[in-house]
């Protein structure tokens, strides 16, 4: 057998098993793929717009995904959402429903905040109940009041 010969072969057989840990970490990566709930101003029909309500449903929604992975919600970029009443009281006033289910919230720049305006009632903003887990990207949280002896104005956690 030629040198030319061996090193083709070996050639050969590295392409090969490169292809083979290729395949095997594409299977690897599917297998690892998430069920997304994705709200955002492009996506039809979840998408919703800059008002509570609609990122109150958003926030319910995700809740209800019960894989492991959970659901994310991603806001439109930009968006102002200014609470204005208690939305939640399982674990004290909470001006979003609480977070149960494992849910990330991808913010573009929103902001979430409390109003300010004389008359709005004292509430956080989120709580993530035990059990429930709650990652945040790119956001401002801001406003929140927690008067009930149990902290988290902007975020109480008592899960992960």
């Given at each position: ?6 090193t083709?072969?070996?050639?050969a ?119 429930g887990?709650?990652t ?6 801001s ?15 008592r899960?992960?």
């Amino acid at each position: 057998m030629s040198s030319t010969s061996k090193t083709s072969d070996g050639l050969a057989a590295r392409a090969i098993q490169r292809s083979t840990v290729l395949i095997g970490m594409s299977i690897a990566v599917m297998a690892l793929q998430v069920a997304t709930f994705t709200v955002s101003a492009s996506a039809a029909p979840a998408a919703i717009g800059c008002t509570t309500p609609e990122l109150a449903a958003a926030l319910t929604t995700a809740n209800a995904d019960t894989t492991v992975a959970g659901a994310t919600v991603t806001l439109p970029a930009a968006c102002v959402y200014t609470l204005t009443t208690v939305g939640d009281t399982s674990d004290g006033p909470t001006g979003l429903p609480a977070i149960t289910g494992h849910v990330t919230i991808v913010g573009n720049g929103a902001t979430i905040t409390r109003s300010a305006a004389t008359g709005t009632p004292d509430f956080r903003i989120l709580v993530v109940a035990a059990g429930g887990n709650l990652t945040l990207q790119s956001f401002t949280i801001s406003g929140g009041v927690a008067n009930d002896g149990s902290g988290g104005g902007g975020v109480l956690n008592r899960g992960t």
